[in-house]
């Protein structure tokens, strides 16, 4: 069984930073993509970064320049580094990797979601 771990989450003022932390943990052959997905009340899940195993990014325009997606491959652990936060930045924010579980099996896992909360 595979789990995925978040925490950081919080409630900081707009211009604030935080930093968000996911955790792999369980029978792991290797993770491929690890991303950064957020849910905002009355909308649809976006994707706000990806970061697959070659090491290159991928960001939502909305977070351009202000969110940063990292990697710890020997931690199996990915981080979203969030500055200049925003009111509109509020939201749940899922932690989300395609894992391969056995030679032939990769499945896409889940967090449990963090709230992320920003004041204005």
């Known amino acids: 069984q595979v789990q995925l771990v978040e925490s950081g989450g919080g409630l900081v003022q707009a211009g604030g930073s935080l930093r968000l932390s996911c955790a792999a943990s369980g029978s792991i052959f290797s993770i491929n993509a690890m991303d950064w997905y957020r849910q905002a009340p009355g909308k649809q899940r976006e994707l706000v970064a990806a970061m697959p195993s070659d090491g290159r990014t991928n960001y939502a325009d909305s977070v351009k320049g202000r969110f940063t997606i990292s990697r710890d491959n020997a931690k199996n652990t990915v981080y979203l580094q969030m500055n200049s936060l925003k009111p509109e930045d509020t939201a749940v924010y899922y932690c989300?990797?395609?894992?391969?579980?056995?030679?032939?099996?990769?499945?896409?896992?889940w967090g449990q979601g963090t709230q992320v909360t920003v004041s204005s």
């Open positions: 989300s990797a395609q894992i391969q579980v056995s030679r032939m099996n990769f499945r896409r896992y």
